[in-house]
């Protein structure tokens, strides 16, 4: 193991010491969450900073126990919840890679991404092994299972319990520190490796954002194994916020957690925003004492914006949307409020962060194109991850000179705002952006929950849609909120749940055509 430099020590972002760091600095402020903790349900719901500073450290010392040593990979695959994080902070508190890989993923997928990895310990449940990962050669691509409850064919982590505690070990900034993957809306995902120095890069400006809110009480539905939601934690922890965290999303379940809390703060995915849209005036106003939403992983539909915003009762409340991607983290921001939400342009992402992104749209052969010409966009980040696991060639190919291609279609204005149309694999030539019009049909038609614009077999643009309360389509509203918009297929009408969909609820476009081209999914209907 190679120890870093004293000068550069303060230069990364570890995730390791955070709760304590948290708790020495706070105290014990509380964290609520929607259910107990696999590892340990016996502390139920209602936690501390301090209480899950000390259950990191035990985790870790079971862990370091067993045999995990830095540098050494331990692929995290478990049923959802908050320990999810737990597990992964005690992994990088002894120095050792935590691999983090989505609970929703499919058995076949989990396998390839062990088998990517290099012989790593895995941190699972009975549910997994006995689920999804059951006709997965487990055994013959880990070191050693481990298990948070009683799996058959895994070492139970509570066979630890009481290991003499160990030291934190902090890696050198640029060595690898944590490995998260894409989301896989166009295949096998990647597996994406993180080092602390890039992350305290991308820690850093998030920071900053987070000031003008620091100590407010913050909501949080974000997938546990991405980044992102790792970065907002270090923010909370380091102004202090009581954290609300929240597994289930349903409004049913959700909304009697947000009124007994009111957070100030409250950050999910897009997609879950749209269905939070009903606790706009929800018993209780759950969201009348919200003063920031955070949007990131996907542009959010102008009409949820609008909608979020109206439903606080703060004097002045904002939505800040994030654009970026794994494997860059955030490159541009934008600030809402209710009076900018109501002329809001969907497409428009925001600006670079200055001092930490730039962002410039190229044409094919990589050249800077003219305001307002649409093109590839592409970053220059400080926060860029150090390599694919495994598909260093891949990795190559996006670089541009320094340049990051992101895989979108989009331009600029004169004065850098950065418009977002289609991933550059889901254009259709006879739709200008077919994001553009899903923001279109979501304003002109409030029951519905989500709309797709695909590509059919023939290439023609094919909307899937998905409307609250399962409620049939009606065709004559439709017919006159289209008529101005591009021509297009006959709607077809799914329920939500039938939409394949990546851990952070965005929409697998590729596999929705796919889906299309061989059969209509069984329970759906075209409209």
């Given at each position: 193991m190679s120890q870093p430099q004293p000068l550069l020590a303060d230069r990364g972002f570890y995730l390791g010491p955070m709760f304590r760091q948290a708790a020495d600095r706070h105290g014990a402020v509380f964290v609520t969450l929607d259910r107990p903790l696999d590892v340990a349900p016996d502390l139920g719901v209602d936690l501390s900073y301090t209480v899950l500073a000390t259950l990191v450290e035990e985790l870790s010392s079971r862990l370091w126990e067993a045999g995990v040593r830095p540098s050494e990979q331990v692929a995290i695959h478990k049923t959802d919840n908050v320990d999810i994080v737990l597990l992964t902070c005690a992994v990088s508190r002894i120095g050792a890679v935590p691999a983090l890989l989505s609970p929703g993923l499919a058995g076949p997928v989990a396998g390839q991404l062990l088998e990517r990895l290099h012989k790593p310990w895995l941190i699972t449940d009975r549910a997994k092994l006995e689920g999804t990962l059951r006709e997965v050669p487990v055994s013959d691509l880990v070191r050693q299972t481990l298990s948070v409850d009683d799996a058959p064919g895994a070492v139970p982590l509570e066979k630890y319990a009481g290991a003499a505690p160990h030291a934190a070990v902090r890696l050198h900034p640029r060595e690898p520190s944590l490995i998260t993957h894409s989301s896989g809306t166009t295949g096998v995902p990647k597996l994406a490796v993180h080092c602390a120095g890039t992350m305290w890069n991308r820690l850093v400006p998030q920071k900053a954002m987070g000031w003008p809110t620091r100590g407010e009480s913050a909501a949080l539905h974000m997938s546990f194994v991405h980044s992102r939601f790792y970065h907002l934690l270090g923010v909370l922890l380091h102004y202090?916020?009581?954290?609300?965290?929240?597994?289930?999303?349903?409004p049913a379940s959700v909304g009697p957690l947000l009124a007994r809390h009111r957070p100030g703060i409250v950050e999910t995915h897009p997609n879950t925003f749209v269905l939070w849209e009903e606790l706009a005036d929800a018993p209780g106003a759950p969201l009348s004492r919200v003063r920031s939403y955070g949007s990131t992983f996907d542009a959010i539909h102008?009409?949820?914006v609008q909608r979020l915003l109206d439903a606080s009762k703060r004097r002045s409340p904002w939505l800040i949307q994030l654009y970026g991607q794994s494997e860059t983290g955030p490159v541009a921001f934008q600030w809402f409020t209710r009076r900018s939400a109501a002329r809001a342009d969907g497409r428009r992402v925001g600006i670079g962060i200055p001092g930490f992104t730039r962002v410039r749209i190229a044409d094919?052969?990589?050249?800077?194109?003219?305001?307002g010409t649409a093109g590839r966009i592409e970053a220059r980040t400080r926060g860029r991850i150090l390599t694919y696991l495994g598909m260093q060639d891949r990795y190559d190919r996006q670089l541009n000179d320094g340049w990051w291609e992101m895989g979108d279609m989009g331009h600029q204005s004169r004065w850098g705002a950065l418009y977002l149309m289609d991933r550059e694999i889901d254009q259709i030539d006879s739709v200008h952006s077919n994001l553009e019009v899903e923001d279109t049909l979501m304003s002109r038609l409030e029951e519905l929950r989500e709309v797709v614009i695909v590509p059919g077999v023939d290439r023609e643009p094919v909307p899937v849609?998905?409307?609250?309360?399962?409620?049939?389509?009606d065709l004559g509203r439709w017919r006159d909120a289209t008529a101005d918009l591009p021509k297009m297929a006959e709607p077809r009408q799914w329920r939500f749940e039938e939409l394949p969909m990546t851990?952070?609820?965005?929409?697998k476009r590729v596999e929705i055509t796919r889906m299309i081209s061989e059969a209509t999914p069984a329970g759906s209907t075209a409209a």
């Open positions: 202090g916020s009581p954290l609300l965290l929240i597994t289930d999303p349903e102008p009409r949820t094919e052969q990589g050249r800077r194109v003219a305001p849609v998905c409307v609250r309360g399962e409620a049939p389509l851990s952070t609820w965005k929409v």
